[in-house]
């Protein structure tokens, strides 16, 4: 087979092979659309710089607002049933220790306004 | 023919224009841009490919990475229509790579979408595969350059830009990438249904 025939041949595969573009199907373009908005969604607005503010040492040695929150609820939660301890609360101390303690952090002028009958 | 409108001055600015407005939000440009730039990725797939679903899993990649560029698009540094052309010819010349290691060159594969109908439409199906597997057995750069030379029909100046190499390099790709294609097809020509007009 002389050279001109291989030519004549590749000539006229590629003369087959180029054609017009294709006309996408509905489902490319829907896809192709799809991921437009997925990009799109994520390239504006520009995103939102939160500014973090210097933390308080406290608030670093407890792991922030977050974790200091709660303790401190808790903490003002047990302060209060110190002072004014539920009934059930002195039954359960009463029957672990024996009795109950009371904790006052207040002079005692302002305990008499405070004092507790069952006090003891 | 490839419709050369794509390397117009009036087609670069518009998609260039379309590609900035998507950046900024545009909620229409995606729908805009597509229409015009999908249908030509699409059709170079397939030419490289000869395989309908390949074609349409590489426009889609190829889509995808031009979303994500947008933001980065530069007006009057680069088309959009070398750009696409680039990637999608690297994206074929990775599915042809694939390719090679699945098809053996002693054989010829059977054409993914056969069309029903007359033996002549099955056998230019076959033959346009064969075109596509024997693509595959080049070099990444050699069957880039004839494919965009032979497939899309673009000038040595163009192609150049595409692929960020000289006119000279060009040149020498498809001279080299020819000679390679049709030693492969010639071994083939009694399959292919060509007939030496000696005999």
Redesign the interface.
């Known amino acids: ?1 002389n050279r001109t ?3 004549i ?2 000539d ?3 003369e ?10 509905d489902d ?2 829907a ?3 799809a ?3 997925t ?2 969604s994520g ?3 520009a995103p939102i710089v939160r500014v973090q503010k210097r933390r308080h040492w406290f608030q670093e040695l407890l792991g922030g607002w977050p974790v200091v929150g709660p303790a401190l609820a808790a903490g003002l939660t047990g302060l209060w049933i110190g002072i004014s301890p539920p009934v059930s609360v002195e039954s359960w101390m009463m029957t672990i220790t024996g009795s109950t303690q009371t904790v006052s952090f207040l002079s005692d002028t302002e305990a008499l306004l405070y004092e507790e009958l069952s006090d003891g | ?3 050369q409108s794509s390397f117009t001055a009036e087609a670069a600015v518009a998609d260039g224009a379309l590609l900035v407005a ?4 545009d ?1 229409t440009a ?2 805009a841009l ?1 229409s015009q730039v ?3 990725v ?2 170079q797939a ?2 490289m490919l ?1 395989d309908r679903a390949e ?2 899993d590489v ?2 990649e190829a ?2 990475r031009l ?2 560029i ?2 980065d698009w530069r007006q009057g540094e680069a088309q959009v229509s070398t750009w696409m052309y680039r990637v999608v010819a690297n994206l074929c010349t990775d599915r042809l790579r694939r390719r090679r290691g699945r098809v053996g060159m002693d054989q010829i594969s059977e054409p993914i979408d056969p069309t029903p109908g007359p033996a002549q439409s099955l056998q ?1 199906s076959t ?2 595969r ?2 596509s597997d024997a693509l595959a057995t080049l070099p990444d750069r050699q069957a880039q350059a004839v494919s965009l030379r ?2 899309e ?1 673009l000038s040595n100046p163009e192609i150049a830009t595409i692929m960020d190499i000289s006119t000279e390099a060009v040149e020498s790709l498809t001279s080299r990438g ?1 000679r390679s ?3 492969v ?2 071994d083939r ?1 009694s399959e ?1 249904g ?1 007939t ?2 000696q005999d």
């Open positions: 087979m025939d291989s030519d041949i590749f006229d595969l590629f087959n092979a180029r054609g017009a573009d294709l006309k996408p199907t490319l373009m896809r192709v659309l991921d437009a908005e990009v799109q390239c504006a607005p | 023919m490839t419709d998507f950046a900024n939000g909620p995606a729908q597509s999908l249908p030509r699409l059709g397939f030419r000869q074609a349409e426009a889609q889509m995808l979303w994500r947008a933001p230019t033959r346009m064969a075109l032979h497939l029909g020819k294609l049709t030693a097809l010639a020509k292919l060509y030496d007009e």
